[in-house]
């Protein structure tokens, strides 16, 4: 599938992210424990950032001018209603240009949906547009070797890519970072997080 695909199987279920149901704890203990890594609490971007807002709020509660992105309209519909003052980009990451660099990226499961060619260049990317010492986190399958499947649990049919735990390691290294923190967040499920930090040659 490419990205406009899984964008419009989103489309569909967006519903879901906006109900009062869905839970907005999620991903946040996570990103409490990445923010503690920040130096400095800019500016900071939510990649594939959906309609809840959670994450959002969690960030701008910790002082960050926030910015979102997302490929899915109805996501970022319902995403606008609940910060109309926050900015938010209409994009597909994998040909999207940065406006500046951010001291904090959050790309929760998200990027994971990408084609599998896109995986190296996006995360590297996503490196380049931290300012030094910002941190990024992003969740990926817990797998050791690329794989790429698609399937319709949520409803709609849905793309995954992974390079795998080895590969993302050292795609993390040549980029110019260090993994702080690796985790299988939701074991036995193959769910895992990383906290990523750009190399500050000022320290």
């Not at 990205?3 to 869905?22: G, H, L, R, T």
């Not at 994998?94 to 995986?119: E, K, R």
């Not at 649990?153 to 390079?163: A, D, F, Q, R, T």
């Not at 967040?185 to 193959?190: G, I, R």
């Amino acid at each position: 599938m490419k990205p406009q695909q899984v964008a419009e199987s989103y489309d569909q279920i967006a519903d879901v992210w906006n109900s009062d149901s869905f839970n907005r704890d999620n991903g946040i203990k996570q990103h409490e424990r990445a923010i503690a890594f920040v130096k400095h609490k800019t500016k900071a971007l939510d990649i594939g950032c959906g309609a809840s807002g959670r994450i959002l709020d969690l960030l701008m509660s910790h002082g960050f001018d926030v910015e979102g992105l997302d490929i899915s309209t109805k996501m970022l519909d319902f995403a606008r209603k609940r910060h109309p003052n926050t900015i938010f980009h209409h994009a597909d990451i994998c040909d999207w240009s940065f406006p500046h660099q951010y001291d904090f990226i959050s790309a929760w499961d998200s990027i994971w949906h990408l084609p599998l060619d896109q995986q190296q260049p996006v995360l590297t990317k996503l490196i380049d547009a931290l300012t030094p010492g910002g941190i990024l986190i992003f969740t990926t399958g817990a797998m050791d070797t690329a794989s790429e499947k698609t399937d319709a649990v949520m409803g709609p049919p849905m793309y995954y890519s992974v390079l795998g735990i080895p590969e993302t390691l050292r795609l993390i290294d040549r980029a110019g970072a260090v993994c702080r923190h690796l985790e299988y967040d939701q074991y036995p499920e193959l769910h895992l997080y990383l906290i990523v930090q750009k190399n500050d040659h000022q320290t």
